[in-house]
């Protein structure tokens, strides 16, 4: 349920250059990946053969998932490897002192100490850990609490009776009647993965899906939540220190036609300015954590106390967090809109480099390698984006109507913006088309 996934994430985010390839960067389009890999093998196993024969799915998705982690590593592993295994690395073989403050800052963002942003590190650590708590109060009360759902009587049951049959949607959860299949569930697969790993792992599905999953798939809702709030804050302060430089220089040109005293006080200021335009600054990452880490704290509050409606979507992570369209939610919708924002995010860059690098003068060494690493994390992010199309079809029939039109809209909204170019608003559609397949098949199989 967790390493192997982990592990597949290693494959989509071999496009990345290596010191891009971040945890949860690998965590997210791990699921993703294996979210995909079962809807896609699962289909044609469902409707092609006589009686949804569940053995030839589990073999098939373990020998496909295993590849795919075996082919991750071997090409994050000549190209780089990971930024986590450097940090690891860093600390066992005592290459570089501060290993494990590398280590820990791939989350935390920890500035040196005596800089004047240390009170930034003490608010960031106090949300930080308040956040924690709150998670694990969120774990133990899902774990040794079971909340039952009239829904339980048909997702929970499809798993058993999967578990027990080793058949797919053959059989009426309410009556254990044989039937046709039923395509407004059947194309949703989310089911067969908890009989899967029911199977593989030797326990009762009902334990599966009622203690198991949310242990997963709650503080993978956060982490959804932490990279979509530090995608937004990091591009937020990298606006806001970029003017604040610019105008800092401004100040510093005209204070130096005035007196020398001053113009070298302003552009002391300029300096600090850009300074905290890098992301690697002590203060840059202060600032983010503290942002991050309020964020999550705040998500896990309402996810705690969100419970004033049963159709809200804390209630449903809380309380139904087994069934597709609790993932759909709190996962899913989440992670498409980081998806999205991580693309206009790279048109937006390679625009601001376009326009450095103009005036015929051939580019340099670092140029190249700038907009080779611009490129990758393009394709990364339209990579990304069609897993989850292509994942979307597991957990609901309505996630691929839902999130094809998430896609659409948002390149029609970038667009009209002038955001991205109208090449790329194509490849977003395109990205969709996984979602416009499992349309399509739904409307045919009804």
């Known amino acids: 349920m967790v390493l192997i996934p982990v592990l597949e994430g290693l494959l989509p985010c071999s496009l990345l250059p290596a010191k891009k390839r ?77 290993g494990g403050k590398r280590l820990f800052n791939l989350i935390h963002g920890e500035p040196e100490q005596g800089t004047p942003h240390e009170h930034g590190l003490n608010d960031a650590a106090i949300m930080w850990t308040l956040f924690a708590c709150l998670l ?96 937004l804050a990091v591009m937020s302060m990298r606006g806001a220190a970029a003017a604040g430089a610019l105008a800092a220089a401004e100040t510093a040109g005209s204070a130096a036609e005035e007196g020398m005293g001053s113009g070298l006080a302003a552009s002391k200021a300029a300096g600090s300015a850009a300074a905290a335009c890098e992301e690697d600054s002590p203060e840059f990452r202060a600032s983010l954590s503290r942002i991050t880490g309020t964020a999550v704290a705040m998500t896990a509050l309402l996810q705690i106390f969100g419970n004033v409606s049963i159709y809200t979507p804390e209630t449903f992570l809380m309380m139904r967090t087994w069934q597709g369209k609790a993932i759909l939610a709190a996962i899913l919708l989440p992670a498409t809109f980081l998806a999205l924002v991580n693309v206009a995010e790279k048109y937006a860059d390679g625009a601001r480099a376009g326009e450095s690098t103009t005036g015929g003068s051939a580019m ?55 955001l991205i170019p109208r090449k790329a608003a194509g490849l977003l559609l395109m990205c969709g088309l996984p979602c416009v397949c499992y349309l399509v098949m739904a409307l045919l199989a009804m």
Do not use: N
């Not at 897993?387 to 809209?409: E, N, Q, R, V, Y």
């Open 364 to 418: 340099t060494a670092g140029e190249e390698e700038a907009e080779e690493g611009w490129k990758a994390e393009l394709k990364f992010a339209y990579a990304a984006l069609a897993l989850l199309c292509a994942a979307s079809g597991i957990f609901t029939s309505m996630a691929p109507l839902l999130i094809f039109g998430l896609i659409a809209a948002a390149a029609l909204l970038m667009l009209i913006m002038k």
């Open 22 to 98: 971040t945890l949860p960067a690998i965590i997210l389009t791990g699921y993703a990946v294996t979210f995909a890999t079962l809807e896609l093998l699962g289909l044609p196993v469902l409707f092609l053969t006589e009686l949804g024969e569940f053995p030839i799915l589990k073999i098939l998705f373990l020998v496909v998932s295993l590849v795919i982690a075996v082919a991750g590593i071997v090409l994050c592993g000549r190209s780089g490897s990971i930024r986590l295994l450097q940090g690891f690395f860093a600390i066992r073989t005592g290459k570089e002192k501060d």
């Open 136 to 231: 694990i109060a969120q774990l133990i009360m899902a774990y040794t609490r079971a909340y039952f759902d009239g829904d339980d009587a048909y997702y929970v049951t499809q798993s058993v009776i999967t578990w027990q049959t080793d058949t797919m949607y053959r059989y009426l959860p309410y009556t254990g009647i044989t039937t046709t299949v039923d395509a407004r569930h059947a194309l949703a697969l989310f089911p067969m993965w908890a009989a899967y790993l029911a199977k593989m792992s030797g326990t009762h599905p009902t334990i599966i899906l009622h203690s198991m999953m949310p242990l997963v798939l709650i503080p993978l809702a956060d982490l959804v939540v932490y990279c979509l709030v530090k995608k």
